[in-house]
């Protein structure tokens, strides 16, 4: 089996190269850009805004620990211009779930990065023994529902009008997989 903490150079399917690896502590500055570039866009997270306090930063990246929680990052010379996270749940009763969030940033999208940051976030998963990946997505937001969908993920609930988006009200939708029996 590969490691699943491993650093993989991937082709984009616009011929561009990054790298998929885990998070380092000096990644806090293109992180936090990356965060609040797709935050200030609106619509795709619930985050507006992260304060760009590095020391926090990195604090925060010091919790991924690589076996409880995990950050990949798609390292483009250098640069973070996409991530994906998962946290095991943190009561005993939840521990065998992992919720996972993952943003990349505009000018990367439509390219299969999400797919390939999503296929090693599972794997990652499965190799530390996690039963169930959830995430939660915006009602709206029909390309990350479609990239879910089609890697299993089903849709386990509806918050009704649970986020404000440009005034509007949309449905927060809960989506499931079960990993391993
Ligand atoms: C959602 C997101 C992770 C998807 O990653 P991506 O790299 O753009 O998507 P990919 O190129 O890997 O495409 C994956 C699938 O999404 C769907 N997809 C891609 N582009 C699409 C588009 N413009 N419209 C609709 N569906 C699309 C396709 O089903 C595609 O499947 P394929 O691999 O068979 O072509 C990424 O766009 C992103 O981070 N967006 C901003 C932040 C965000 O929405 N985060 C998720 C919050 S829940």
Redesign the pocket.
């Known amino acids: 089996m590969a490691d699943p903490m491993r650093a993989q150079e991937v082709t984009l399917?616009d011929g561009r190269r990054v790298v998929i690896r885990p998070s380092r502590l000096r990644d806090a500055e293109s992180l936090l850009r990356n965060v609040n570039l797709?935050g200030r866009?609106e619509v795709?997270?619930l985050l507006d805004q992260v304060s760009p306090n590095l020391d926090e930063e990195r604090r925060w990246l010091g919790t991924f620990d690589g076996v409880r929680a995990v950050l990949l990052v798609a390292d483009a010379g250098g640069e973070a211009i996409?991530s994906a996270d998962c946290h095991a749940g943190t009561y005993a009763k939840t521990r065998h779930v992992g919720g996972i969030?993952?943003?990349?940033?505009d000018g990367?999208?439509?390219?299969?990065?999400?797919?390939?940051?999503?296929e090693r976030i599972l794997e990652w998963m499965r190799a530390r023994g996690f039963k169930k990946a959830e995430?939660?997505?915006?009602g709206t937001?029909?390309?990350?529902r479609?990239?879910y969908e089609?890697l299993g993920f089903e849709t386990e609930g509806t918050s009704r009008r649970h986020v404000l988006i440009r005034g509007a009200y949309v449905d927060e939708i809960l989506m499931g997989m079960w990993l391993q029996d």
């Open positions: 399917k797709i866009e795709y997270i996409g969030g993952i943003a990349i940033r990367w999208r439509g390219v299969g990065l999400g797919r390939i940051l999503m995430l939660a997505v915006f937001n029909e390309r990350a479609r990239l089609s």
